[in-house]
């Protein structure tokens, strides 16, 4: 059985940074694309990061040379390093991995919100 926990949320100023992880149980990390999406209420959840099986890395618009995904197969973990964070990345960050159709897996949330 898959399980997916986030840690790293919280409040934090204009301009600040948070680091998130998401620690991943299981046997197909490494052969899984992971990654953070947020949501907002209202609105649908976006993508926010990925990183694929093979380090490849995608990024929303929004987000670019601000976040940082890395992945590490040792540890089967996933992490987001959020710098520069603005009041429009407050949000629940969700961790999901990936490989295929049929493993497609969530994690529970964390809260992030940028606020002075």
């Known amino acids: 059985q898959v399980q997916l926990v986030e840690s790293g949320g919280g409040l934090v100023q204009p301009g600040g940074s948070l680091r998130l992880s998401c620690a991943a149980s299981g046997t197909i990390f490494r052969n899984a694309a992971m990654a953070w999406y947020r949501q907002v209420p209202g609105k649908e959840r976006e993508l926010v990061a990925r990183?694929?099986?093979?380090?490849?890395?995608k990024y929303a618009d929004s987000v670019k040379g601000r976040f940082t995904i890395s992945r590490d197969n040792a540890k089967n973990t996933v992490d987001l390093q959020m710098n520069s964070l603005r009041s429009e990345d407050t949000a629940v960050y969700y961790c999901?991995?990936?490989?295929?159709?049929?493993?497609?897996?969530w994690g529970q949330g964390t809260q992030v919100t940028v606020s002075s």
């Open positions: 990183i694929g099986s093979s380090y490849n890395t």
């Open positions: 999901n991995m990936r490989a295929s159709t049929i493993d497609d897996y």
